[in-house]
Nanobody, 125 residues
Framework: VQLQASGGGLVQAGGSLRISCAAS????????MAWFRQAPGKEREFVAA????????YYSDSVRGRFTISRDKAMNTVTLQMNSLKPEDTAVYYC???????????????????WGQGTLVTVSS
């Protein structure tokens, strides 16, 4: 199983960026797909998740209202649309996936079995 993230880059504060993650090797249409991020010197933190086969989405307080997670089940991809970006959003963003998570576990990185390689998002002030 591989998760391939793409779309990171440099953007000015207030701008927008879209990052995507394509899964191969198995389908996650019934599983949970998520984004985490890790800034230099900080721990990996939860950003957003789309839970199982439904359309339920969850966000950290720091990105709610600015970021939108979506999934294309047929293409086995998950996308994070990031608007109104702030310098504090600068981080390496990782996609994660798991077929068997329960809702109470989706914000915790240790529960995900599959991870992408990360894509760097840099927001300049």
């Amino acid at each position: 199983v591989q998760l391939q993230a793409s779309g990171g880059g440099l953007v000015q504060a207030g701008g927008s960026l879209r990052i995507s993650c394509a899964a191969s090797g198995r389908s996650f249409s019934q599983g949970t797909m998520a984004w985490f991020r890790q800034a230099p010197g900080k721990e990996r933190e939860f950003v957003a998740a789309i839970f199982r086969s439904g359309s339920s989405t969850y966000y950290s307080d720091s990105v709610r209202g600015r970021f939108t997670i979506s999934r294309d089940k047929a293409m086995n991809t998950v996308t994070l649309q990031m608007n109104s970006l702030k310098p504090e959003d600068t981080a390496v963003y990782y996609c994660a996936a798991d077929g068997h998570l329960i809702l109470s576990s989706i914000t915790m990185a240790r529960h995900y079995d599959y991870w992408g390689q990360g894509t760097l998002v840099t927001v300049s002030s």
